[in-house]
Nanobody
Framework: QVQLVESGGGLVQAGGSLRLSCTASGRTFGNYAMGWFRQAPGKEREFIAA????????YYADSVKGRTTISRDNAPNTVYLQMNSLKPEDTAVYYC????????????????????WGQGTQVTVSS
C-alpha cells in the first residue's frame, strides 16, 4: 500500500508559477511509476505528465508541454510538478498517482493504469 499526499497548490496570477509536490509513504517508492492528472469543474480527469520509476523518461500532455516539468527524488519519496506560464484554463484539482512498474522505463498515461491516488491539491489561476 502506498499513500500519496499532494501539496503546493494555491492561487496564482496568470503567467505565474507553482511547484506541486507529491510525497509517498508506504512501500518502496523507487519502484513506482508516477503521474500527474487534473480535473476541472464539470470536466473529466485529464492526464498531465508521467515519469518512469527510474526517472529517465517523461511524457507530457500537449496542453502543458513546454511549460511543465515532472521530476522525482526517490530519496525523500517525492515527485514534483513544476508549472510555469500558468493560464486560467490550468485551474483544476491536481492529483498524483502511482503504480508499480515492471521496469524502469515504462510510462503510463491513462488514469486506469494507476492504482494509488492522492487526495488532490487545488490550483487556481486568476486572469
Amino acid at each position: 500500500q502506498v499513500q500519496l499526499v499532494e501539496s503546493g497548490g494555491g492561487l496564482v496570477q496568470a503567467g505565474g508559477s507553482l511547484r506541486l509536490s507529491c510525497t509517498a509513504s508506504g512501500r518502496t517508492f523507487g519502484n513506482y511509476a508516477m503521474g500527474w492528472f487534473r480535473q476541472a469543474p464539470g470536466k473529466e480527469r485529464e492526464f498531465i505528465a508521467a515519469i518512469t520509476w527510474s526517472g529517465d523518461r517523461t511524457y507530457y500532455a500537449d496542453s502543458v508541454k513546454g511549460r511543465t516539468t515532472i521530476s522525482r527524488d526517490n530519496a525523500p519519496n517525492t515527485v514534483y510538478l513544476q508549472m510555469n506560464s500558468l493560464k486560467p484554463e490550468d485551474t483544476a484539482v491536481y492529483y498524483c498517482a502511482a503504480r508499480t512498474s515492471p521496469n524502469g522505463s515504462v510510462l503510463y498515461i491513462l488514469d486506469y493504469d494507476y492504482v494509488y491516488w492522492g487526495q488532490g491539491t487545488q490550483v487556481t489561476v486568476s486572469s
